[in-house]
Structures are given as C-alpha cells and as structure tokens.
C-alpha cells in the first residue's frame, strides 16, 4: 500500500462502500478491506492491512442484530476482540484509527439525547459487543476516534427504508412502531463527515447523526408520501412486536461535540432522505 493511503476495513459494507465514493471523490487515496479476502478476525490480515497505512476507518462488523443473540460469539470476536487487536497493532505503529460503533450501546431510557459523557448499558448482545470493541480500542491506548452513528441508510444494504419498501410488495396494510425515535442518517453524509474528520484527526468519543428527531412511524410515513406510494399505514408499539433482541426507545443523539469540528452544520434528516428516494 503506498504510504498515503487510508485503509478502509468493511469497505464494501453499507457505510464503506459510500465511504470509498466519497474518498474518491476528494481525491484521498484508499485501500478496501473486506471479506472473503479479509476476515478482521485474522491477526495476519489486519497486519497486512494497516501496514503503511496514513489513518484506518474501520466499518466492518458483524451487523444482524438478531443473529447477534443466537451467535454472540462470532459477533464478538468481529465486534469486539478484533478491535482490540486493530488497536493494539494500530499502537505500535503509531496509526490513527477512526472506529464506527453504534447509539445501541445506549439502553434507550434517558429521556433527552444522549451525549458522549453518558454511561452506555446496552441492551442487546450486538451493543454488548460493540461496547466491547470500543472499551478494548480504547485501553489499546492508540490515536483513536470512536464515531457512534445511529439509523443509517445506504444505496448498499439493507436497512430500514429498503425493508419497509420490500415489505410493500406484499403488503399494502404496514404498521411501523412510533414508540422508537432517532434521526434517520444517509451513510453518503457520514462519508462527508468521516473525510472531514480524516483531514483533522481529532481523538476521543463523538456521536454523529443526521439533526432533527423522528419515530419510526413518521420516518415511513414520510417515504411514503414522498414516494406517493398508497400505503394505509399505522402506528404500533415495540413490545407488540417479537424480536430476539430489545431494541431502545431513545436512540437521539446529541451531536454538539462533533458539530464544533464541522466546518457547516448538520443537514436536518429530511433532505437526505428525499434525495435518497428520488435515486431509488
Ligand atoms: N446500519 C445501521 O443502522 C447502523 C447504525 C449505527 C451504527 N452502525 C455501524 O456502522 C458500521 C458499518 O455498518 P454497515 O451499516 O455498513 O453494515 P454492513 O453493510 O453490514 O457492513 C459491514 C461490513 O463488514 C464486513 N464484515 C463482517 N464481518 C467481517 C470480518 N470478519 N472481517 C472483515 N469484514 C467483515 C461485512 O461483510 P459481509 O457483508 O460479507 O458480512 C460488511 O461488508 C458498523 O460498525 C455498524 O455497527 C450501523
């Protein structure tokens, strides 16, 4: 890898996959890591990986959520453990690592947007193992950045709004929790966010999300009627549904910290979102 290179693990996820247009875009040079040919669990893998490299964005995890509580093992050992590796490797050679971890370390009680200084108390295996890798890359003690992101979308995976649109295929009756809110965030503006922070490389903990609160239940109802699309929707609560995970109530995020760094402010989530339904 030349020298200048950002290496970017996970990239052909959702979020590294819009995270390599971006890099492209701006001219910052970069590596895709991902599987098969990369398996983060592998100590030899990750060597190979970092070596050389300018900054490491880490976008890979074991990400399904209900699987999570069944095969907590191999989440972990993706989540968790081999993100202490990543920083115990990244340490020594004194590489800067921006690692994405997610608002699901959070138990979802609080009553107002959660800030960086808030105790995580996560209440499914998937937090438990994201906690895990962020408590790990920090006592590592490398030049980290930890960005907790919260109700992504992307063009490449699945999500929340390809779900709910593949669910009107078969169905024209849909009901959407409104008892969940959060701020819907398009992977391409976190992109622009994580290109802006590789020029800085500022340390420590930061929550980015897209600004403006929404439930689940208007998020859909705004797709909808975006998209024009006859759907007869209608609201319903988290514990009407069974899933083997919790999920939190409260995923808002205060993101005043990160917006400090930002050279513009945060788009509200609506624009996005509308600019994502109309390429769709
Ligand atoms: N999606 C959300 O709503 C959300 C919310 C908050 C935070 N996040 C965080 O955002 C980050 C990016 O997630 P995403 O939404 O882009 O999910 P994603 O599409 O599932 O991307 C994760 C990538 O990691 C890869 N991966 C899995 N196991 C690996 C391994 N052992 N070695 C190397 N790569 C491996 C996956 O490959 P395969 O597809 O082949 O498994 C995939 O390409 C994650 O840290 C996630 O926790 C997501």
């Not at 959060?182 to 490389?201: D, E, F, H, Y």
């Not at 007869?232 to 899933?243: A, E, I, P």
Request: net charge neutral; proline share 4%; charged share 25%.
């Amino acid at each position: 890898m030349a020298e200048d290179t950002v290496a970017i693990l996970g990239g052909k996820g959702m979020l590294g996959t819009d995270l390599a247009r971006e890099c492209t875009r701006q001219g910052i040079n970069f590596e895709v890591f991902d599987l098969p040919e990369f398996d983060i669990t592998n100590e030899q893998h990750l060597g190979k990986a970092i070596r050389d490299a300018k900054a490491i964005i880490n976008c890979a995890a074991y990400t399904d959520v209900e699987k999570t509580e069944s095969e907590t093992n191999p989440a972990y050992q993706v989540n968790g453990a081999a993100v202490g590796r990543l920083g115990a490797l990244a340490r020594q050679a004194n590489i800067w690592v921006l690692h994405i971890s997610t608002d699901f370390v959070f138990d979802g009680k609080s009553e107002r947007p959660y800030l960086e200084t808030d105790l995580p108390n996560p209440i499914n295996a998937y937090g438990k193992t994201k906690l895990a890798g962020e408590q790990l890359l920090v006592e590592s003690r490398c030049r980290c950045c930890i960005m907790r992101l919260e109700w992504t979308y992307g063009c490449h995976g699945n999500n929340f709004v390809t779900k709910l649109l593949k669910k009107t295929e078969t169905d024209k009756q849909l009901k959407v929790v409104d008892d969940q809110v959060g701020s819907p965030t398009a992977t391409t503006q976190v992109a622009k966010v994580i290109c802006r922070l590789l020029r800085k490389k500022p340390e420590g903990l930061f929550h980015f999300a897209s600004a403006g609160y929404v439930s689940r239940f208007e998020m859909a109802k705004f797709i909808f009627d975006k998209l024009n699309m006859p759907v007869d929707l209608s609201g319903c609560k988290t514990s009407d549904y069974v899933s083997a995970a919790v999920r939190p109530l409260n995923s808002r995020f205060d993101c005043s910290k990160i917006k400090a760094l930002l050279s513009e402010p945060i788009e509200p989530w609506q624009g996005p979102l509308e600019r994502f339904l109309r390429q769709l």
